[in-house]
């Protein structure tokens, strides 16, 4: 009775055949001449009913997320006339409906954890619509000390499998709802192993970030110190007592992380 077209990136094109995926319930347009276009889960739009439609915002449901096994991936410098499909980012994706474009306060949707804690905040899109936005499963990466010589952490660790509550803030109004990350069906590790495995990232995790809240202190003080000495006469004995202190300050910072100015080729081990 009623047609609307779709504008998710989808160009002007004849579509030869439609399936819908038995396993992911992705919907698959085939094109002529532009390829392959696969629209992520169809769970939202199945749910889009014309009460839904009439409400000003609402959250819409999503499948649950697997937690996929993590795998290396080489690079490569392959041409456009590669016909590949992307993997699916390594997040959550929640959606929800918008009536009309929001205009004036925040909107953007939180998330927490059994215990009640937000791990995370997340923009969203304000244009009007079926929306989604992806939370990328993981704790912000850890504060790193100084030094010339890391290998750096640039994702945090991921979250453990189960429900969270999320909570979709638009203005003064919030709704609340959930999303369910699972264990990925090819994973031959039990749930100890995995809780044990989670347990030790969430520790590296924090005694990192302990460590650089003490490196940053201890820099801290012992600039104040050497600071402090220098407005005081140089013969003064408290002049004397803060070059000292900021002087083993400084060899304690050394000795956290490595910071010789020929970064990894110095050998240093902190």
Known sequence: QQWARFTGNLPKVAVHDIAI??????????????????LDDLTPIRALTTATMAKDVALMPSRATVRKIEASVGSGFSGDEEFVGVNPPESAAITYWLKKRHLFGDLKVEVYDRDGKLVSSVPGTKRVGIKRVNWPRRLPPPKMPPSTNLAFAFTGPRMPEGAYRIKLIKGKESLDGEVRLVVDPR?????????AQQELAFALYQGLERLTWISDIAASAGKAAA???????KRDALATKLTKLAEKLEAFVNSLAATSEAGWLSGDEQ
């Open 21 to 38: 995926h038995p396993r992911e319930g992705d919907l698959i347009l085939a094109t002529h001449g532009r390829g392959i276009y696969i």
């Open 187 to 195: 994973s031959p590790h039990s749930d100890e192993d995995r809780a």
């Open 227 to 233: 600071a402090r000495a220098g407005t005081v006469g």
